[in-house]
């Protein structure tokens, strides 16, 4: 799944490709709805003809195109990747929506399995409403991160997990982090010290840069942001079933919190 790394990534990427001060002339759906959300969201509601791309916003996985009115929010769902198009390049498969904007600039959203969204907003506000500060503002500090996080009694990772609180940390990045301040991931919130607690947003920064690093140092040969995989060597902790500690070489355990599988090490995360 598309996490913050990824979708900053993708955000750099369009920025360079040169999305801002274009433009909109066209948008064209998929002519297949989804039920609930999707990418079927924005058809029929908005008519962004003509509105320009002013600045292209992130906050944890949200993307937000602020045009000279309105935003247009994106949401990576599980499998989304936009894709800026060369000239007379064919359509993608598993397109969802074509973007045409001015000066021939065309990108596509693929998503095989049809969980991004795109959702037309009044304001940036709106687009990211419910959404804690993000994990790599830095503006967000470690001593703000810990008062909030201070006394409450759920498990540490489902608090990670909860983007009101924080924006941006998902299941992988939340792993790796309490990993590195061997904190285990079913540890009760208010048993932490407000110290470790600090000590624990840096971790979480320092997985998501690590992570932003591997990511731009290894685009596709199109230059394109490489997306998404667990398993490669972003991540200190390997998430398949008989992987190993690396302070303890001993076996990694899983557990269930919250509906997500946690990986970690019972002997050195406490
Ligand atoms: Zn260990």
């Not at 690093?213 to 199109?222: A, G, K, L, S, T």
């Not at 946690?262 to 050195?268: D, G, I, K, L, T």
Request: proline share 6%.
């Amino acid at each position: 799944m598309p996490e913050l790394p990824e979708v900053e990534s993708l955000r750099r990427y369009l920025v360079r490709e040169g999305i801002v001060g274009r433009s909109v002339e066209q948008i064209e759906l998929e002519t297949k709805p989804s039920p609930e959300s999707g990418t079927g969201a924005i058809s029929g509601t908005v008519n962004l003809q003509g509105k320009t791309v002013k600045t292209l916003e992130r906050r944890g996985k949200q993307l937000a195109a602020v045009l000279d009115q309105g935003v247009l929010g994106l949401h990576m769902g599980m499998t989304g990747q936009v894709n800026v198009l060369e000239a007379n390049e064919p359509t993608p498969r598993f397109t969802r929506a074509l973007f045409s904007l001015s000066g021939g600039f065309r990108m596509a959203l693929v998503d095989p399995r049809r969980w991004a969204q795109l959702r037309y907003f009044e304001s940036l506000d709106q687009a990211f409403s419910g959404l804690g500060p993000d994990a790599l503002d830095p503006k967000f500090t470690a001593k703000y991160f810990a008062q909030n996080l201070k006394g409450r009694t759920a498990q540490i990772k489902p608090l990670l997990l909860n983007q009101s609180i924080i924006a941006g940390v998902g299941n992988i990045y939340a792993d790796e982090a309490l990993h590195r301040v061997k904190i285990s991931p079913a540890k009760r919130t208010n048993k932490i010290s407000a110290k470790k607690l600090e000590d624990l947003l840096v971790a979480i920064r320092e997985s998501l840069e690590r992570a932003l690093e591997f990511i731009q140092n290894h685009p596709d040969d199109r230059g394109r942001p490489y997306i998404v995989d667990a398993y490669d060597d972003r991540m200190q902790l390997h998430r398949k079933p008989g992987s190993f500690c690396p302070r303890c070489e001993i076996p990694l355990v899983t557990l269930k919190l919250g509906g997500r599988t946690a990986y970690y090490c019972s002997n050195c995360q406490k």
